[in-house]
C-alpha cells in the first residue's frame, strides 16, 4: 500500500482527497493535517466521509509526518510548500503540490505575479507540471509534482490539438472562463457570501488573475514560443465547474468535421478527456464529481475564428482527482485507478 498524508486536509480539495483516496485501492492514509480542527475526527468536519476515515485531524509535526508516509500531497495556499517540499524530498520521499509553488520555471515570473519570495528555487527545476494529457512520460516516477490550476487545465487541454498542430495564431487567444465558487477555497469572504453570489454573475482580476502566466507558459510549450493571452474568469453561482470559451484565429478555418476529427484523434488514448460529436456542448453539469474534461470545437465562417469549449470540475480534474491521477503515476499504476465513476445527474 502506499502511505499517504495530506498537509491542508480541511479545505474543499483535501476533502476531495480524503475522498477519492479512502476508496483507492493501493493507498492507506495516514495523516491528514489541519490548522482549525486538531484532535476533531475528519468526519465531524465532513460528515459525508463519515465510516469512510476514522483519522483525526492533526496539527503538523512535518519530520514525524513524512516518517510515516510514502507521499505527501500538500493542499495550501501559495506560499507555504516551499519548506515542506524541501524536507520531504530530503528525506527521499514524494511530493503533490496542489498550490501553484512550484508551477513555474522562472522564479521571477512566481514570485512577480505571487508576491512573494520563492524560497525554495533550487528545486523549481525538478518539478515536473501535473498536467498527464501533456507530461505523462516525466510524470512516471517523479518526485516533485506541481498540479496544475483549474482554470489552466481547462484551457490547456482545450487548446492543445490546436497548437501542436500549428493551426491558430499563437497572438490571438482569448479564454473567457466561468467558476462555481468552490474555487475560491473554503474560507469566508463577502465575494461568496451566499447573498453576494446568488443569482449574480461577475467577472473578477480581470486582466490579472495569477493563472494567466501558468497557462502562458505551458501554451508556449505546446507552441514553441513565448506567447501573450487575453484570460477573464467569472464567478457564478453554482458550487462545482468551470467552462472555458475559447476563441481562437487560425490561418485557414477547417470544417466542422475536420476540427472534430483533429481533436478526437489526438485525444484517441485519454481515458479523461472526451470530445463531443458535432452538435453537442460541453455543460458543467457533465462532469461534476468526475475526472473528465469534455471539449467541444466549432467553426464559426462568419468571424473566421476556432471556438473551443472545455468543461471541467475545478475540484476533480482542476485540482484533487488531477492529483490523483498524477500519484497513479508517480507510483507506476493504472492512472485511471480509484477515479473511473460518472458524476452524479441531475
Not at 180 to 208: D, I, M, P, W
Request: aromatic share 8%; glycine share 8%; net charge negative.
Amino acid at each position: 500500500m502506499i502511505k499517504v498524508g495530506i498537509v491542508g486536509s480541511t479545505g474543499y480539495t483535501g476533502a476531495e482527497l480524503v475522498r477519492l483516496l479512502t476508496r483507492h485501492p493501493h493507498v492507506e492514509l495516514v495523516g491528514l493535517t489541519s490548522r482549525s480542527y486538531v484532535g476533531e475526527h475528519y468526519w465531524r468536519v465532513y460528515p459525508h466521509l463519515k465510516n469512510y476515515t476514522d483519522l483525526q485531524c492533526e496539527e503538523l509535526d512535518l519530520p514525524r509526518l513524512v516518517d510515516r508516509a510514502d507521499v505527501l500531497f500538500t493542499a495550501l495556499p501559495h506560499g507555504h510548500s516551499m519548506d515542506v517540499a524541501r524536507e520531504v524530498l530530503s528525506r527521499g520521499k514524494k511530493l503533490v503540490d496542489l498550490g501553484a509553488d512550484f508551477r513555474f520555471r522562472d522564479q521571477a515570473v512566481y514570485e512577480s505575479w505571487y508576491r512573494v519570495p520563492h524560497t525554495a528555487a533550487e528545486l523549481l527545476p525538478r518539478a515536473v507540471y501535473g498536467l498527464p494529457e501533456i507530461n505523462r512520460e516525466a510524470l512516471r516516477g517523479a518526485d516533485l509534482v506541481a498540479n496544475p490550476g483549474c482554470y489552466p487545465t481547462a484551457s490547456i487541454l482545450g487548446l492543445a490539438p490546436l497548437l501542436a498542430k500549428g493551426l491558430i495564431d499563437p497572438g490571438e487567444i482569448v479564454i473567457d472562463a466561468k467558476s462555481g465558487v468552490s474555487g475560491a477555497g473554503r474560507g469566508f469572504s463577502l465575494k461568496t457570501h451566499f447573498a453576494e453570489t446568488n443569482e449574480n454573475f461577475q467577472a473578477y482580476n480581470v486582466g490579472v488573475h495569477r493563472h494567466t502566466p501558468e497557462i502562458e507558459e505551458q501554451l508556449g510549450r505546446l507552441a514553441g514560443r513565448d506567447l501573450t493571452v487575453a484570460f477573464t474568469p467569472h464567478l457564478v453561482p453554482m458550487v462545482r465547474g468551470i467552462l472555458a470559451t475559447i476563441y481562437t484565429r487560425p490561418a485557414v478555418l477547417p470544417d466542422r468535421d475536420e476540427l472534430y476529427e483533429l481533436y478526437a484523434d489526438y485525444y484517441r488514448e485519454e481515458p479523461f478527456v472526451r470530445v463531443l460529436p458535432p452538435g453537442m456542448l460541453p455543460q458543467t453539469k457533465a462532469v461534476a464529481g468526475t475526472n473528465h474534461c469534455d471539449l467541444a470545437v466549432v467553426p464559426d465562417p462568419r468571424t473566421g475564428r476556432v471556438i473551443v469549449l472545455s468543461a471541467i470540475d475545478n475540484l476533480m480534474k482542476g485540482a484533487s482527482g488531477q492529483a490523483v491521477q498524477n500519484l497513479n503515476l508517480i507510483f507506476g499504476l493504472d492512472e485511471t485507478t480509484g477515479l473511473v465513476f460518472p458524476g452524479l445527474y441531475p
